[in-house]
């Protein structure tokens, strides 16, 4: 079936650090992929997508390209904010579970000041 | 703005009960999720369903049941509440197509006791 997979956390960093979290995937088909972020106490939140190979998802300074050669879609940010500690989760649809989003275990983020 | 909405942020429930976690959504999506979240285990999918009186089994199913009457409601419900049903639950909508999305509630922070 369906599967992601993310770099374990946690990931500290302090404050305009460049950020890379990895994920990898495998899945049947063609799936979307997304990056989603939760905050403390909160449900998750789309943060960008990309539906076929070779886009760039891009949000709030975040960028993620679908490679499908490297079945990869690596989160990347040039300088972090305090603000963006969170939770990011990678996830795909459209796989082999078509309906249902399969996501990775997620990393958390902390950005000292 | 779209929107998905669970009835309580909280809820203390004692062992035994039957309990109830409801969720809405606006955007008049077919696909409806029930996820639980738990430390070191991500989130995990306990039942969907993808029409009105439709549901499937998630990987977790067992101990839970849902309802959708409704195609803007589904419901979570625990027949009888036990201490390992603790979790954060959070529920998610997305259009039938593959490949979509999914916009999240909240969550329920639920503790059995």
């Known amino acids: 079936g369906d599967s992601v997979t993310q770099m374990e956390g946690p990931v500290t960093l302090s404050e305009e650090a460049f950020l890379t979290i990895n994920c990898t995937y495998t899945?049947?088909?063609?799936?979307?992929l997304f990056w989603y972020v939760q905050y403390p106490g909160e449900g998750l939140q789309l943060l960008l997508k990309a539906t076929k190979a070779d886009d760039k998802g891009s949000n709030k300074g975040f960028e993620a390209t679908y490679r499908k050669e490297t079945t990869s879609f690596h989160l990347e940010k040039g300088s972090v904010q305090v603000s963006d500690s969170a939770v990011y989760f990678c996830a795909l649809s459209g796989g082999g579970s078509a309906r249902q989003l399969t996501f990775g275990s997620g990393t958390q983020l902390t950005v000292l000041p | 703005d779209v929107k998905v909405t669970q009835s309580s942020r909280y809820l203390v429930k004692r062992t035994g009960e039957k309990v109830f976690l409801e969720c809405v959504q606006d955007?008049?999506?077919?696909?409806m999720f029930w996820y639980r979240q738990d430390p070191g285990l991500g989130l995990r999918l306990i039942y969907f369903s993808y029409d009105v009186k439709m549901k499937e089994k998630g990987d977790i199913p067992e101990g839970y049941s849902v309802s959708r009457e409704k195609k803007e409601r589904f419901s979570l419900i625990l027949e009888s509440a036990s201490t390992n049903q603790t979790s954060m639950y959070l529920c998610?909508?997305?259009?039938?197509?593959?490949?979509?999305?999914?916009?999240f509630g909240q969550g329920t922070r639920l503790t059995v006791v």
């Open positions: 998610a909508s997305s259009f039938l197509q593959g490949r979509a999305e999914a916009f």
């Open positions: 955007m008049d999506h077919e696909n």
């Open positions: 899945a049947t088909g063609y799936p979307s």
